[in-house]
């Protein structure tokens, strides 16, 4: 190994400083709540990662509406949206998949009303996606009907071979559901698209120069409508999840706040697919956090307290981080060619 | 304009309530005999429209400094926590000092909460839009927590004693006083934007921070204060609600008003009186609902639709405007201070 690599790992480490103590420090906490036990251990992981589902999707939503120039504040919409489209078409179709691409259509379509209005009719863009937040709510809660099941009961579990039956790592890893195998997926290819290619360069400048994009050629408008859309796709996919793979039926306001939390790990994330994976796995890590004080019986008459862990350290990260991340420059702004 | 944007949205909604297999026009007469038929409908009309305005208010206040405040919510539980506290906690006093007093304590409670978001957007750049919304379920977990263990009233319910009759807002006939004294507020806030320097500085801050900070203006100070009011606002609402109407704090207190908030704001163009009428307008939908279900078998959920719909109609002028082809449209924009 020559001298120059030495010091570029000794550098990839320095920078990555905080990450390193953050985690060191969090599998000392995890083990000591869990009593230095195997399965306490686990349950905690498990619950740590299907937490941070929703929120690593709805941040990939995020950022890659973020990423071309276009703040998505209505992500949590979107999420429930889907969350109850595709819980209804699975229960009267009886097929969890044809639920799941309900969820990622309707996504879709959400994403390209807020394309629409934001992008086509250049409204303001938070706006917009407020609107899409309360009349996810109206709509949902008009809609639903109680009483509604899935004929087959959510998605199982698929357990891949002797991988498995790793201790740990086989429970937290590869014994999931489906969508969070997808997601697992998606966060490498998604930084592959985003930074390797074609596409993704078009993106950034989109996000970046509008009006640079523009001259060289790209459709500033088309790429924006391309994304938000995309983007409402996979805010679907994670409204999928929560009410065909995590819950199993369809709740009033379900998302519960996972759309705006998963602003804050996008930001967190610093726009990158991968950062918003970490940052996801620390928010969800945040609301894992119940398992570990039932172990230890903290906090078990106040629920309240733990209940606000994830908003309170979602509020805790845009003070200390947002001054210092640094956003796509055109976000927010209406693009209209001269 | 906007009276344009509720037709489109009370058509929209006609034609779900007969995709749904119910008479629209059964259903909208239900809503108004519901609402306005007589003094009590009125008088419920009115009493759901009191939170609306201060809601309302507490929005377009905040648009008028450029900032989006959606944590209405938590400001108003919080008002109405604190109110029913010192409503219960403080006896022996005349009404003239309890009632006002107990009003005092819920407002000064939600502009304590209401500026948390302002520091934050002042010194740190967090935007409102996020930590207002993290703020609600903050609120609504604490409120949960004192109703349930610092404030309780002994038995099963989760919930504050019922407060003292010194603390009670009265009604005149059937029509709510809360209503009248929301109106007032409407009023201060007209004059204090229209006529004051404050008001004035809130609005150089809305329309150019930049502008208005080489003008000499300090625009921390004008976003935390501004953010302060605009959760009295709300808490004052949230306050005049336990004292006029429900009389103690329970958990799901008026759950998703922050959000009707907005509407009526957009709605009234963030004119802080004509957020009354808009007020009236949605309060008169919720008064009307349980009547709609009764007689014409129509959800009342179907009310939170035809919002949403005002809300698009509103928010896109150029829709609006599609129809009138008209050539200005007045569009608002909060989207300029994200992330810096």
């Known amino acids: ?338 | 304009m906007p009276i344009l944007a509720v037709a489109l949205a009370i058509a929209t909604g006609a034609i779900i309530i007969a995709l749904s297999g119910s008479s629209p026009v059964d259903a909208y007469k239900a809503l108004i005999e519901g609402s306005l038929s007589d003094s009590k409908s009125i008088g419920r009309t009115l009493e759901k429209a009191t939170p609306l305005v201060m809601g309302g208010l507490a929005v377009a206040f905040a648009f008028k400094a450029g900032l989006f405040n959606i944590g209405g919510q938590g400001q108003l539980v919080f008002g109405a926590l604190i109110a029913g506290a010192v409503g219960y906690g403080i006896t022996g006093l005349p009404w003239i000092i309890h009632t006002p007093l107990a009003l005092l304590a819920g407002a000064i409670a939600g502009a304590m909460w209401g500026a948390i978001p302002g520091i934050l957007k002042a010194t740190r750049g967090a935007h409102e839009v996020i930590t207002t919304i993290m703020l609600n379920f903050v609120a609504l977990n604490m409120t949960d927590w004192l109703a349930s263990k610092v404030w309780r009233e002994e038995g099963v319910i989760v919930r504050t004693p019922h407060i003292e009759s010194s603390a009670e807002i009265p009604r005149w006939g059937e029509l709510p006083a809360g209503f009248f004294l929301a109106v007032v507020i409407a009023f201060l806030c007209w004059y204090l934007l229209r006529s004051t320097t404050f008001g004035f500085e809130i609005k150089s801050v809305g329309l150019n921070p930049n502008a208005a900070s080489y003008a000499g203006i300090s625009v921390k100070k004008i976003i935390i204060m501004t953010m302060a009011i605009s959760g009295l606002l709300a808490a004052l609402g949230g306050a005049i609600e336990t004292q006029g109407v429900v009389g103690r704090y329970e958990p799901g207190f008026n759950a998703g008003l922050g959000f009707e908030g907005i509407t009526i704001a957009l709605l009234a163009r963030t004119h802080p009186l004509a957020v009354i009428p808009a007020a009236i307008l949605i309060g008169a939908m919720e008064a009307g609902g349980s009547m709609m279900q009764f007689k014409a078998d129509v959800s009342p959920e179907i009310t939170d639709i035809i919002q949403a719909l005002i809300l698009i109609f509103v928010a896109t002028p150029i829709i609006v405007r599609w129809f009138l082809s008209q050539k200005e449209a007045n569009e608002l924009s909060v989207s300029t201070t994200w992330g810096s």
């Open chain 1, 1 to 338: 190994m020559s001298e120059n690599q030495t010091r570029d790992i000794g550098k990839f480490f320095f920078n990555k400083r905080w990450w390193i103590l953050t985690t060191v420090l969090l599998v000392f906490f995890t083990l000591w709540t869990a009593e230095f036990q195997q399965a306490n251990t686990t349950s905690v992981l498990v619950s740590t990662l299907r937490h941070s589902t929703p929120l690593v999707l709805g941040a990939m939503c995020g950022l890659l509406c973020e990423r071309s120039g276009v703040i998505n504040i209505g992500i949590e919409g979107q999420m429930l949206m889907s969350a109850w489209g595709g819980f209804m078409v699975a229960s009267s179709s009886g097929s969890l998949l044809l639920g799941v691409f309900a969820g990622i259509g309707i996504g879709m379509m959400m994403g390209g009303v807020l394309a629409g209005i934001s992008v086509g009719l250049r409204g303001d863009q938070i706006i917009a996606g407020t609107v899409i937040n309360i009349a996810a709510i109206g709509i949902t809660s008009f809609f639903f009907s109680l009483g509604r099941t899935l004929p087959s009961g959510k998605a199982q579990v698929i357990k891949l071979g002797p991988l498995a039956d790793i201790p740990v790592a086989g429970r937290v890893l590869f014994s999931n559901k489906p969508i969070t195998y997808l997601t697992l997926l998606m966060i490498p290819t998604l930084w592959f698209l985003l930074f390797r290619t074609k596409w993704g360069l078009r993106t950034r400048a989109v996000g970046e120069h509008p009006s640079a994009a523009e001259t060289v050629g790209i459709s500033v408008i088309g790429m924006r409508y391309l994304n938000v859309i995309m983007g409402g796709g996979i805010a679907g996919l994670a409204g999928a999840y929560l009410s065909l793979e995590a819950v199993g039926s369809f709740e009033r306001g379900m998302t519960n706040g996972k759309g705006f939390v998963a602003l804050a790990v996008m930001i967190f994330g610093r726009w990158n697919p991968v950062g918003a994976w970490g940052a996801a796995l620390l928010f969800g890590y945040a609301s894992a956090i119940q398992t570990q004080f039932q172990f230890r019986d903290w906090l078990t008459n106040d629920p309240q307290f733990i209940g606000i862990i994830p908003f309170v350290v979602t509020i805790v990260v845009l003070a200390g981080f947002v001054g210092r991340a640094r956003p796509p420059a055109s976000i927010g702004q209406p693009y209209s060619r001269e």
